[in-house]
């Protein structure tokens, strides 16, 4: 079982930079790939940006170039770097991990507001 929590979220105007934390616990030794998704009112859940154990990245594309994923094992296990952000870009963003046995983990999530 791995436990999930995000911080880092809040209000920001547009071209402003936020940094998102993800906090693991439990058997992050276990974590394989670690992601960051997000959901905006009344859209589906999708995929930002993830890095697998051996440091491979990939983003979305209404992301790349702005949104960086990064991992510290030694310390918060993912953060997502984000800059020139825009309106289009609130919503709630959720940390996940996928174990080496499949299964996926969620964190609760923390709302990012792009707002004037």
């Known amino acids: 079982q791995v436990q999930l929590v995000e911080s880092g979220g809040g209000l920001v105007q547009p071209g402003g930079s936020l940094r998102l934390s993800c906090a693991a616990s439990?058997?992050?030794?276990?974590?394989?790939?670690l992601a960051w998704f997000r959901q905006a009112p009344g859209k589906e859940r999708e995929l930002v940006a993830r890095?697998?154990?051996?440091?491979?990245?990939n983003y979305a594309d209404s992301v790349k170039g702005r949104f960086t994923i990064s991992r510290d094992i030694a310390e918060n296990p993912v953060y997502l770097q984000m800059n020139s952000l825009k309106p289009e870009d609130t919503a709630v963003y959720y940390c996940?991990?996928?174990?080496?046995?499949?299964?996926?983990?969620w964190g609760k999530g923390t709302l990012v507001t792009v707002s004037s």
């Open positions: 996940s991990c996928t174990d080496y046995t499949g299964a996926d983990y």
């Open positions: 890095i697998t154990n051996r440091g491979r990245t």
């Open positions: 439990g058997s992050i030794l276990s974590i394989n790939t």
